[in-house]
């Protein structure tokens, strides 16, 4: 009789873990990707920084300062606008696809920019973005912090090239 009582109890408690298991995956909000895709908003914040340039006021420039994940890119607001103050006059970006790992997104961006021998050239380069968990959004990691050599692991690299040989 014991016996029986137990199994009851250990299969209602495993059917309650499972139900909290399930109701926990689904309002964690880590499990599914934001709905805009990451393309779109790297073409928005990129929208946002033209139009900062041909507008010159600080509004549009501040909306895309909102897009970035400030956990990770350590600018302040008036950082980032000096930072694009140095854009050229008509910077416009194009916007390929992205590659997503996990809760990151690469997107490939392209852009010209004048050559000081004359003309222009193209610029490829990857844009990383981060699912921001409290908003469920993706936010651009303007100083690509979050990907490639992370700035402990450069300065350790390089005291290791200038660290004296052995005896």
């Given amino acids: 009789m014991i016996l029986k009582r137990n199994k009851e109890f250990y299969s209602c408690l495993l059917f309650i873990l499972a139900i909290a298991i399930t109701g926990c995956g689904r309002l964690g909000g880590t499990s599914s990707l934001p709905d805009e895709k990451p393309e779109d908003v790297a073409k928005r914040f990129y929208e946002l920084i033209s139009a900062a340039k041909v507008e010159g006021g600080a509004t549009t420039a501040s909306e895309a300062y909102k897009m970035v994940d400030t956990r990770v890119s350590n ?24 590659e997503i790992k996990g809760t990151q997104a690469l997107v490939t961006i392209s852009y010209k920019m004048p050559s000081s021998f004359g003309g222009e050239y193209t610029v490829q380069e990857v844009l990383p973005l981060n699912v921001d968990p409290a908003t469920n959004t993706w936010k651009i990691d303007f100083t690509g912090d979050s990907y490639g050599m992370q700035k402990d692991e450069a300065i350790a690299a390089s005291k290791s090239e200038i660290s004296p040989k052995g005896k």
């Fill in 75 to 98: 600018l302040n607001v008036n950082q980032f606008l000096e930072v694009i103050k140095g854009y050229p006059e008509k910077f416009a970006v194009d916007v390929g696809k992205a």
